[in-house]
């Protein structure tokens, strides 16, 4: 059997899945006071791409200022528990927008958080994956 014919066998729903996986969180346990976890899923190649290019200058390189608000969008994009778009959530925390409640909740976690999110998501850093080949 080839590739495609293996691919063809595989149930359409399979394709659609979005995986999703539990992280625990020191600066939400330490919010509400008890172990808590954050639950992630896999964000959309297009919608990572271009959460990825905000953290840009106009010449493609990374501007390093944006590093962080462009980790709270992935953040905001890939975060479903707790929902931070939730708009009483929002409104109690005072911000506008769920990358600005990441922000305020998750603080340095922001960076760990959106690192795992684009791993669940099928991009991993050119660099571990060329590691992981050699090894």
Request: aromatic share 4%.
């Amino acid at each position: 059997m080839n590739l495609v014919e293996r691919l063809l066998a595989v149930d359409k729903g399979e394709f659609d899945k979005i995986e999703t996986k539990k992280l625990k969180s020191k600066q939400l346990s330490k919010i509400v006071g008890e172990d808590a976890e954050v639950t992630i899923q896999a964000v959309d190649g297009d919608l990572f791409g271009g959460l990825s290019a905000s953290g840009l200058d106009e010449e493609g390189e990374v501007d390093y200022g944006r590093a962080f608000s462009t980790n709270a969008k992935i953040a905001a994009a890939g975060i479903i528990e707790p929902d931070l778009k939730n708009e009483q959530l929002l409104k109690h925390l005072g911000v506008a927008t769920p990358a600005d409640a990441a922000k305020k909740i998750f603080k340095g976690e922001i960076n760990r958080i959106s690192t795992e999110i684009a791993k669940l998501s099928g991009f991993e850093n050119e660099e571990t994956t060329d590691k992981t080949v050699k090894n």
